[in-house]
Nanobody
């Protein structure tokens, strides 16, 4: 059974930083692209970032480009999302995902974590 477990969320002032972590189990982490989505109150879930099997290949939503950095540690089966210069509009539940189909990150995510709350007060 595949499990994705996020941690690292919390309350941070505008301009601050947080690092989210997602530890996975139940599959061979190193062969799959991984990613992060988020859902703000009253809004639809949206893509934030993804990292390919080659960790140098990454994608970011325009809203976080230049402020967030995604990375992975295959030895620890963990994907990270380092967030800098946080804004109130970054307030959301952040979800870790994997992409295990042959289409990779060009498909919808396969598995989702339970989410971790990030709150940036205005």
């Amino acid at each position: 059974q595949v499990q994705l477990v996020e941690s690292g969320g919390g309350l941070v002032q505008a301009g601050g930083s947080l690092r989210l972590s997602c530890v996975t189990s139940g599959h061979t982490f190193s062969i799959y692209p991984m990613g992060w989505f988020r859902q703000a109150p009253g809004k639809e879930r949206e893509f934030v970032s993804a990292i390919n099997v080659n960790p140098r290949i990454t994608r970011y939503a325009d809203s976080v480009k230049g402020r967030f950095t995604i990375s992975r540690d295959n030895a620890k089966n963990t994907v990270y999302l380092q967030m800098y210069s946080l804004k109130p509009e970054d307030t959301a539940i952040y979800y870790c995902v994997d992409y295990t189909t042959s289409a990779g990150w060009n498909s919808s995510p396969t598995h989702w974590g339970q989410g971790t709350q990030v709150t940036v007060p205005s």
